[in-house]
Each structure stands twice: as structure tokens, then as C-alpha cells.
């Protein structure tokens, strides 16, 4: 395919990913900012204008057209604007809120109405309305696992899922780990969190996002080299349990610095084989999300 005309916002350069993805590709991590919903309270900076319509642009340039709408931590509990995302996404999409620990039933078959299918914990940034904690995590696991195809994510530091193996090991849910657990590629496989999420990946209730590659690499787009061998060893260990996310509009990163376009060649550098992409694209998703 022809190289864009313009720019996606939030994205950079006008490639597209050097292979022409699979029907029914998905992106499994990625957030809407919407202008029409106010951030919390809480949220202090300005957070950037990244409504459906801009993300579909994304969509068509990369080949994407399932996807998850994963509640950003800019509207702290406040769903709404994930909820309207997935409206005009329809079918094609799927959600992952954020709650309080307190969260009642009546609440959580209204987001499983519209299509959500998972709740996420931060570790990273603690949530402002209450601490993080384990009991947290584990309240949330037991209150979704009575919903059908739910499963909690988190977001956390590698010395935070080494101190919390045992609560994450023994969920009730299917776990899912954010951004390659945000392990150091310097460390890479060696790293004492690897071998914590390959435990957790060999225990069969646990999944990982290659997702966020740019977040703790050091040689950065477009090759993300330092990355390689923890994506590569990720892939061969747990390849039926893995999701790509694009992590798009990259809040964490300076504007215009993230190609999207690289960050699916770099799913393929990891994965290897067209069909072990495919499978991590479109099986694999669909299993986890119920597409």
C-alpha cells in the first residue's frame, strides 16, 4: 500500500507496517481522550485530543480493525468516555475500565453490557482515590469472576510482580500484564521479573501485551533493537497468550516521537513468522476479548 498523504495524529511519519495485516487484526491496548468528557479531578496535566474519529485514521494506516479501549488514568473511575468509544466502535472493540475496590454488581453488568471485559489495576501510578494494594487486586478478581470472559489487568513495575507473585498466580480471573511487564531490556531475560512472568505464562492463567516497547528502551524507533530478545523470548515461551497493543495516543512519550508503523514491524521482528503474528493479531485477541 502507498504511503499516507498526512499524518495520524499522535502518530509519526506517513509508512505504513511492512507487512499487510491480517482481517480482523487487533489492537489491544489503547486509549480515547475525548474533549466532550472532563478529566478527573485529580488529573493535572492536559490531556491530549484523541477521539474515535483520529483513532480511526490509525486504524487505516496500520490495517487494524478490532480494538480495546483500555480507561486511561486521566478520568480516574469516570468510564464514560470509554463507553461512549465503544458505542461508536460498535462491535468491533471491547473495553477495560477502572473502578474502586468497592464496586458493586449492578455496576459491573452495566459495563459488561457495553462490552467491557476487564477492569484494570495500576501499580505504576497508584490510583488517587485509594491506595493500590493487593487486596485490591484480589476484591476486583473475585467480584468479575462471575461475569463471563472477564479478566484483570495490571499495570505494574517488574519488582512489584516479583513481590506479588503469589496473589497474582493465585487469581480467580485470567490475568493480564501491561506492557512487557515493564521489565529492562538491558536486563532482558536475566531480568528477576522475566522469570517471575514466565512462571506466571507457564502457570496458564496469565497473559502479556507486547505493548509499550518504547517505554524502557534505550536505542528507541525505529528498530527498538534493545527490545529483541525479551520480545523474541516472550513469544517462543507463551505465543497462544499474548496481545499487540499500539499503547496510541502514547501519552508517555513526547509528542512526536511514536511511529506506529514500526511499532507493528516490531511485533513481527518478536514474533517471527507470519503466522505466529497473525495468531497474536487475530487468535488470539479473540479468545481473550470474546470477538
Known sequence: MPPLSTPVPH?????????????????????????????????????????????????????????????????????????????????????????????????????????????RVNFVTPQSWGETTPEMLTTLARKVARLEGWHIQVFMHPEQIVALEGVLAALPVPLVVDHLGRIDPAEGTAA???????????GGNTWVKLSGAYMRSTVHGPSYADTLPLGRALAQAAPERLVWGSDWPHTTEAPGTVNDADLVDLLHAWAGPDAAMDRILVDNPARLYGF
Not at 468528557?37 to 490495517?63: C, E, I, N
Not at 528477576?192 to 507457564?202: A, I, M
Open 11 to 119: 502518530s509519526v511519519g506517513l509508512n505504513r507496517p511492512a507487512r499487510t495485516l491480517p482481517p480482523l487484526a487487533c489492537d489491544s491496548h489503547m486509549h480515547i481522550f475525548d474533549t466532550r468528557f472532563a478529566p478527573s479531578p485529580h488529573w493535572k496535566r492536559t490531556p491530549p485530543d484523541a477521539p474515535v474519529a483520529a483513532y480511526r485514521l490509525l486504524q487505516q494506516r496500520l490495517g487494524t480493525q478490532r480494538t480495546v479501549v483500555v480507561t486511561p488514568s486521566t478520568y480516574g473511575t469516570d468510564n464514560a468516555c470509554t463507553l461512549d468509544a465503544l458505542d461508536q466502535f460498535g462491535d468491533s472493540a471491547r473495553g477495560v475500565a477502572v473502578v474502586t475496590h468497592g464496586v458493586g454488581d449492578a455496576e459491573l453488568d452495566r459495563l459488561h453490557a457495553r462490552r467491557v471485559r476487564g477492569l
Open 192 to 202: 528477576e521479573g522475566y522469570g517471575v512472568l514466565r512462571r506466571l505464562l507457564d
